[in-house]
Nanobody
């Protein structure tokens, strides 16, 4: 198990941007795939993005493709989720999680073992 800490959430107007961070104090993220999930009120958790340990071809859900970008800063032991052109429907609690790969297609929660506590993103005018 890896302790994960998300940060960077907040209130932003539609069309705005936020950058979420996922850090692992006392551990290294170098060998893990890191996924981002989100859960909106009253909805199931949704896989948003996943980046492998080799940083190649991150996965993005169709709902965020072209607007969100996942990246790694291994020197900082941190993974980022840059979110641009935010929409009210992006409002959710965002979680990062570790796994051994991103799989194929839609992300499955069961493929990821360690989870952070979440950071809340609210998109509203």
């Amino acid at each position: 198990q890896v302790q994960l800490v998300e940060s960077g959430g907040g209130l932003v107007q539609p069309g705005g941007s936020l950058r979420l961070s996922c850090a692992a104090p006392g551990s290294t993220l170098d060998y893990y795939a890191i996924a981002w999930f989100r859960q909106a009120p009253g909805k199931e958790r949704e896989g948003v993005s996943c980046i492998t340990s080799t940083d190649g071809n991150p996965y993005y859900a169709d709902s965020v493709k072209g607007r969100f970008t996942s990246s790694r800063a291994n020197a900082k032991n941190t993974v980022y989720l840059q979110m641009n052109s935010l929409k009210p429907e992006d409002t959710a609690v965002y979680y990062c999680a570790t796994g051994w790969g991103c799989g194929h297609g839609a992300l499955q929660e069961s493929d990821f073992s360690s989870w952070g506590q979440g950071t809340r993103v609210t998109v509203s005018s």
